[in-house]
């Protein structure tokens, strides 16, 4: 994912001879467009970037009398992200940086490009799509910053909810959805998984899904948290659910008439459940809900304003055998032809042995594509912002993964440094602030085991160590380092968690 110093190198060339950059990550120079003008401005710095995950928010749609505002967006966000509950454990191996570029226009366009670097636009309708228009420009910005930028974040000048993931992720500075979106954009990016909501068709894929129920085919079969509960062949039971409505109108609600929409219930389920989200509906008494002509008793969100936001409602009883139906009344004409109903579902469960509705509980979930013919499996109800993008973590199995592929694109040892102390040559080893060495303790338990040995001998002395003092010429020789790191968020560790270096030491202390 790092940028070699000799590519680095003939990318400065070619600016100089061309005025143009652009980079394949098979190393060819290819022609793309300019670059626009960045200043680059260090946010939080865990290391050096060579060796560290970089994410670099490109600022559209802001004004230079707005990078001041640029700059606060972008701490926010990346705090938020990673010193909350998210990506915290894995902090100390990521950097975010601040690209600051002056756009024309303060804000973007709807259905097509603004006066801005990106070109950041609103696609189609609804608080939903948010794309970077110039996604060249973008590219040749990230490919610009060589080591800084592994993933670039085009952030959007809006302050309502949108984003889309992809080579060029995009979120906007919305500060009811603006981490949310990033969350969960930068979770298809990194882990290289797909959805887990309802009805994402064929975007279930990745280390958070399944198309079996077999045990041994389960990405996430290490976190199990009963491996009693088996259904047929003793694999694991799948817990009993059902969609019977699953709708996404992005309809314009007006005072004059209520949006709603029917569905069947076989009546066989003991629990159910009725989602939905709206935007432009600050107020209470601004909206009606109702299944069946009973009230649903909707709040919105404190401080939601005009942004979008997603309420669940929890019934522990069994709809009847029959048609229902859910409404959505308009009651403000402040909000005519401004409120949205973007989604709205239901989904019935079997009774509490059938069905494990609490928190934590990992097992096999189905998830239900639009297709009624098609369901894929997860791990969690929705303990994962994979699913839901209004819950702060990751699932564990997103986590492992999460590790596993930050630590296969960077070393655990940053350098090893020589100097002397007296007679004595000190050998210092490096590695990621991780386990012992974090300045700030996190709650899965980590560990780093460290063994050395020179000349092939073990240095039982030094076990475990990250300074190594050796007197006069007994320290000239070559050093071997095995570094191997555990975490409780990981049972199924790639080669990344281990790593093996060597240093030699060509000349003895002064006497």
Same mark, same amino acid.
């Given at each position: 994912?790092?940028?070699?110093?000799?590519?680095?190198?003939?990318?400065?060339?070619?600016?100089?001879?061309?005025?143009?950059?652009?980079?394949?990550?098979?190393?060819?120079?290819?022609?793309?467009?300019?670059?626009?003008?960045?200043?680059?401005?260090?946010?939080?710095?865990?290391?050096?970037?060579?060796?560290?995950?970089?994410?670099?928010?490109?600022?559209?749609?802001?004004?230079?009398?707005?990078?001041?505002?640029?700059?606060?967006?972008?701490?926010?966000?990346?705090?938020?992200?990673?010193?909350?509950?998210?990506?915290?454990?894995?902090?100390?191996?990521?950097?975010?940086?601040?690209?600051?570029?002056?756009?024309?226009?303060?804000?973007?366009?709807?259905?097509?490009?603004?006066?801005?670097?990106?070109?950041?636009?609103?696609?189609?309708?609804?608080?939903?799509?948010?794309?970077?228009?110039?996604?060249?420009?973008?590219?040749?910005?990230?490919?610009?910053?060589?080591?800084?930028?592994?993933?670039?974040?085009?952030?959007?000048?809006?302050?309502?909810?949108?984003? %889309?993931? =992809?080579?060029?992720?995009?979120?906007?500075?919305?500060?009811?959805?603006?981490?949310?979106?990033?969350?969960?954009?930068?979770?298809?990016?990194?882990?290289?998984?797909?959805?887990?909501?309802? =009805? =994402?068709?064929?975007?279930?894929?990745?280390?958070?899904?399944?198309?079996?129920?077999?045990?041994?085919?389960?990405?996430?079969?290490?976190? %199990?948290?009963?491996?009693?509960?088996?259904?047929?062949?003793?694999?694991?039971?799948?817990?009993?659910?059902?969609?019977?409505?699953?709708?996404?109108?992005?309809?314009?609600?007006?005072?004059?008439?209520?949006?709603?929409?029917?569905?069947?219930?076989?009546?066989?389920?003991?629990?159910?459940?009725?989602?939905?989200?709206?935007?432009?509906?600050?107020?209470?008494?601004?909206?009606?809900?109702?299944?069946?002509?009973?009230?649903?008793?909707?709040?919105?969100?404190?401080?939601?304003?005009?942004?979008?936001?997603?309420?669940?409602?929890?019934?522990?009883?069994?709809?009847?055998?029959?048609?229902?139906?859910?409404?959505?009344? %308009?009651?403000?004409?402040?909000?005519?032809?401004?409120?949205?109903?973007?989604?709205?579902?239901?989904?019935?469960?079997?009774?509490?042995?059938?069905?494990?509705?609490?928190?934590?509980?990992?097992?096999?979930?189905?998830?239900?594509?639009?297709?009624?013919?098609?369901?894929?499996?997860?791990?969690?109800?929705?303990?994962?912002?994979?699913?839901?993008?209004?819950?702060?973590?990751?699932?564990?199995?997103?986590?492992?993964?999460?590790?596993?592929?930050?630590?296969?694109?960077?070393?655990?040892?940053?350098?090893?440094?020589?100097?002397?102390?007296?007679?004595?040559?000190?050998?210092?080893?490096?590695?990621?602030?991780?386990?012992?060495?974090?300045?700030?303790?996190?709650?899965?338990?980590?560990?780093?085991?460290?063994?050395?040995?020179?000349?092939?001998?073990?240095?039982?002395?030094?076990?475990?160590?990250?300074?190594?003092?050796?007197?006069?010429?007994?320290?000239?020789?070559?050093?071997?380092?095995?570094?191997?790191?555990?975490?409780?968020?990981?049972?199924?560790?790639?080669?990344?968690?281990?790593?093996?270096?060597?240093?030699?030491?060509?000349?003895?202390?002064?006497?």
């Amino acid at each position: 994912m790092k940028m070699g110093p000799s590519l680095l190198a003939a990318y400065v060339v070619l600016l100089l001879i061309f005025g143009v950059h652009g980079t394949s990550t098979s190393g060819q120079i290819t022609l793309q467009a300019d670059v626009p003008p960045l200043e680059i401005l260090p946010i939080i710095i865990s290391g050096p970037p060579e060796n560290r995950i970089d994410f670099t928010f490109f600022a559209d749609g802001y004004l230079q009398s707005e990078r001041d505002k640029f700059v606060s967006d972008v701490t926010r966000l990346a705090e938020d992200i990673s010193q909350n509950q998210t990506f915290n454990t894995v902090q100390p191996l990521m950097n975010f940086w601040a690209a600051f570029t002056p756009s024309n226009q303060s804000g973007i366009g709807f259905n097509e490009p603004g006066d801005t670097a990106f070109g950041s636009y609103r696609y189609k309708t609804g608080y939903r799509v948010v794309v970077a228009g110039y996604q060249d420009i973008a590219k040749a910005a990230r490919d610009s910053m060589g080591a800084k930028c592994d993933f670039p974040i085009v952030l959007a000048n809006d302050p309502y909810y949108g984003g %889309l993931d =992809g080579e060029i992720t995009s979120i906007t500075s919305s500060l009811v959805n603006g981490a949310l979106v990033l969350r969960h954009e930068l979770g298809h990016s990194i882990l290289g998984v797909g959805e887990e909501y309802d =009805g =994402g068709g064929e975007e279930y894929w990745g280390s958070n899904s399944a198309n079996t129920t077999e045990r041994a085919s389960l990405p996430w079969a290490q976190w %199990l948290s009963d491996s009693s509960r088996v259904g047929n062949q003793s694999n694991p039971r799948v817990e009993r659910s059902t969609m019977p409505l699953l709708d996404y109108p992005w309809a314009t609600l007006n005072t004059s008439t209520p949006w709603k929409v029917n569905f069947e219930s076989s009546g066989d389920y003991h629990r159910y459940q009725v989602q939905f989200s709206v935007a432009s509906l600050p107020n209470r008494g601004d909206l009606k809900v109702t299944l069946d002509g009973s009230p649903i008793d909707w709040v919105p969100k404190d401080g939601v304003g005009l942004d979008r936001w997603f309420y669940a409602f929890n019934f522990n009883e069994g709809l009847k055998n029959g048609t229902h139906t859910v409404q959505f009344e %308009l009651l403000n004409s402040e909000w005519n032809g401004k409120a949205q109903l973007a989604s709205v579902e239901v989904v019935e469960y079997g009774n509490e042995d059938e069905f494990k509705l609490e928190p934590g509980f990992y097992g096999l979930y189905p998830t239900h594509a639009e297709s009624e013919n098609t369901t894929t499996y997860r791990p969690t109800n929705n303990d994962c912002l994979m699913r839901n993008v209004t819950v702060p973590q990751l699932c564990k199995s997103c986590m492992e993964t999460l590790w596993n592929n930050f630590l296969g694109n960077i070393s655990l040892v940053d350098n090893i440094t020589e100097s002397c102390t007296g007679t004595q040559k000190v050998l210092d080893l490096h590695l990621l602030p991780l386990a012992q060495f974090r300045g700030i303790p996190v709650t899965p338990k980590e560990a780093y085991t460290i063994t050395w040995k020179k000349g092939g001998e073990p240095l039982e002395n030094f076990k475990n160590q990250t300074r190594v003092l050796v007197d006069g010429d007994e320290a000239i020789g070559t050093y071997s380092i095995h570094v191997k790191f555990s975490t409780e968020e990981v049972r199924k560790p790639s080669s990344g968690l281990e790593k093996d270096v060597e240093y030699e030491v060509k000349i003895a202390c002064p006497a």
